[in-house]
Nanobody
C-alpha cells in the first residue's frame, strides 16, 4: 500500500534551518507530483510547496518563497523540503502528500517548532 514517512522535524531557533524528508513506497514515485503541506491547530492544512514528477516546475506558497526549496530524488523515492531563515510563523506539523486516481495520500506528519 501507499506509504509516506516524513522525518527531519524538530525545534530550531528563528533564522535557523531544517531539512525535511519524505520516503515514499507502494507506488511508482517517479510518475507523480509530490507536495508538502503544513497545518497548525485550528487552521486548514495549507500547501507549502509542490514539485512535478520529473523534479521541475516547483511552486511555493508566497509565505515561503525564497526561503524554502523542494526537491526530489526519484532513485531514492524521496522528496525533500529545505527550510532556511525559519520564522516562528513556520511552526506547524508538516505533511508529505501525493495524489492519484482521485485519492489523496498523506504521511503521519513531522512537527517543526521555531522558537527561541
Amino acid at each position: 500500500q501507499v506509504q509516506l514517512v516524513e522525518s527531519g522535524g524538530g525545534l530550531v531557533q528563528p533564522g535557523g534551518s531544517l531539512r525535511l524528508s519524505c520516503a515514499a513506497s507502494g507506488f511508482t514515485f517517479s510518475a507523480y507530483r509530490m507536495s508538502w503541506f503544513r497545518q497548525t491547530p485550528g487552521k486548514e492544512r495549507e500547501l507549502v510547496a509542490s514539485i512535478s514528477s520529473s523534479g521541475g516546475s516547483p511552486n511555493y506558497a508566497g509565505s515561503v518563497e525564497g526561503r524554502f526549496t523542494i526537491s526530489r530524488d526519484n532513485a531514492k523515492n524521496t522528496v525533500y523540503l529545505q527550510m532556511n531563515s525559519l520564522k516562528p510563523d513556520d511552526t506547524a506539523v508538516y505533511y508529505c502528500n501525493t495524489q492519484f486516481l482521485n485519492i489523496k495520500y498523506w504521511g503521519q506528519g513531522t512537527q517543526v517548532t521555531v522558537s527561541s
